[in-house]
């Protein structure tokens, strides 16, 4: 019964991380396509734009951010400078997308770039963004970024 168990549970989570979303398209594809939509909000630098991307019980724990973001007016906070810098732009490097149902997780690395007085400035970051999949939409309901260690 055990073994009958384990290799249910196994089938059962091995079809939830490989699982195929609306068209086709796998959750995998739909999360990298989720992440890049935040990559092209931020680089926007439009503050609605970037909180649309945020589930409405997300939380972030921003790279440059002193306390967490807990809730929609915080997320907002967080992000109503973005254009002020409109030079400011952010690059991903390695990703790790993993999908669990309509739960997805990327964890990576991704680096800012701005100019500041005059002069170009880059700042490498690691990421975990966490998605849910509501009504077809997936939009982040766990963000923590942080700067690599030098």
């Known amino acids: 019964m055990r073994v009958l168990f384990g290799v249910l549970s196994v089938a059962l989570l ?11 398209t796998s959750g995998t594809d739909q999360v990298a396509a989720a992440t890049a939509a935040w990559r092209t909000a931020y680089d926007s ?10 589930d409405s019980d ?4 921003g ?10 007016a915080a997320i907002a906070e967080y992000f109503k400078d973005a254009g ?17 149902g309509d739960v997805g997780v990327n964890t990576g690395y991704y680096t800012f770039s701005d100019v500041r007085d005059g002069q170009p400035v880059s700042r490498p ?3 975990t963004m966490v998605f849910r ?18």
């Open 63 to 72: 790279t440059t951010a002193k306390t967490v973001a807990a809730n929609p």
């Open 45 to 54: 630098r439009d503050p609605a734009r970037i909180t649309a991307m945020y």
């Open 14 to 24: 091995s079809a939830c991380a490989t699982s195929t979303g609306v068209g086709g």
């Open 125 to 127: 970051a690691r990421f």
């Open 84 to 100: 002020k810098r409109p030079k400011a732009r952010v690059v991903f490097g390695e990703q790790n997308i993993r999908v669990y």
């Open 133 to 150: 999949n509501r009504d077809g939409l997936w939009r982040i309901v766990g963000h923590h970024s942080s700067e690599v260690p030098k």
């Open 58 to 61: 997300a939380v972030l724990w």
